[in-house]
């Protein structure tokens, strides 16, 4: 088995996820790039030539993708020390009386259940790490705090599915710290970066809004877990 750190990052095709994964093999490190869309992966991975990043196919809304993901990592791999929750998608900006359920159950299936999906899949490979990390990419949009605090830009946004799908990762983020003391377990908070999810309207670039995801994919075992994170420091819930 290989003495370099395996990290999988999943939506590693573009945006935040493909600068973690560029970041993450700079420092030796194999990562396996996370992509749905075999095409859009294999044309990720041709732009990091001298690294070593394996493409993965893992779409986090398939019960049988996922399953066959972490099948090949154990086949190729034997294990993964961190897991990088990235996957995520905006589903639009609705109001609470413009959401229905459906739209609801389509964000949450990317965003909520598919870093279950994914956590549960990997945590047999990820338990024979001898420091396994997991990172939920959550958002600032997700924090209840900054959200209800009328001196935070985010108090205007209005939006029921993207938010509250954030907020609910948080809470699955610390349920899975307090299930696995031996593991760290954090949120990140990205802050508002330009990519394809905001039509490249963030005011941030994509090595800011890699920043907390790459501290805490670095973290040794003394560091945090159960805590939500930015670029500069701790988010309030
Ligand atoms: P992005 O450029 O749109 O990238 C999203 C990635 O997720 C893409 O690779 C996309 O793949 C992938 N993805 C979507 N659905 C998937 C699925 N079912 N299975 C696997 N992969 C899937 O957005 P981003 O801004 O980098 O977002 C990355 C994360 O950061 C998200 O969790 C987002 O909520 C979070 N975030 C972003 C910001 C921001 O300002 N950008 C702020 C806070 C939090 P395809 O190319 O195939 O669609």
Redesign the pocket.
């Given at each position: 088995m290989t003495e370099r750190t395996i990290a999988l990052v999943?939506?590693?095709?573009?945006?935040?996820?493909?600068?973690v994964t560029r970041r993450l093999a700079e420092l030796g490190w194999t990562v396996l790039l996370?992509?749905?869309?075999a095409e859009?992966g294999a044309a990720a991975a041709a732009l990091l030539p001298d690294l070593d990043v394996a493409v993965l196919d893992?779409?986090?809304?398939?019960d049988k993708?996922v399953a066959a993901a972490a099948e090949r990592v154990e086949a190729d791999h034997g294990r993964v020390d961190v897991l990088i929750?990235?996957?995520?998608?905006?589903g639009g900006w609705g109001s609470a009386l413009e959401v229905g359920a459906a739209e609801l159950l389509a964000t949450y299936?990317?965003?909520v259940f598919?870093p279950v999906r994914v956590t549960r899949a990997f945590l047999p490979l990820l338990r024979r790490s001898t420091a396994p990390r997991v990172v939920m990419?959550?958002?600032?949009?997700g924090s209840l705090a900054i959200t209800t605090d009328p001196a935070r830009i985010e108090s205007t946004l209005v939006g029921l599915h993207?938010p509250s799908s954030?907020t609910a990762l948080n809470m699955i983020t610390t349920q899975y710290a307090k299930a696995l003391p031996e593991f760290r377990v954090n949120a990140a908070?990205?802050?508002?970066?330009?990519?394809?999810?905001?039509g490249n309207s963030?005011h941030?670039n994509?090595v800011e809004?890699s920043d907390a995801i790459v501290t805490l994919a670095t973290i040794g075992q003394d560091g945090p877990t159960g805590g939500f994170f930015d670029r500069v420091g701790p988010v309030p819930w």
């Open positions: 999943t939506g590693a095709n573009k945006g935040i996820g493909f600068e996370g992509a749905r869309d859009r893992i779409d986090v809304t398939s993708s929750n990235n996957a995520g998608i905006g299936d990317t965003n598919g990419v959550s958002s600032g949009m993207y954030k908070d990205p802050g508002y970066t330009a990519t394809d999810l905001n963030g941030q994509t809004g």
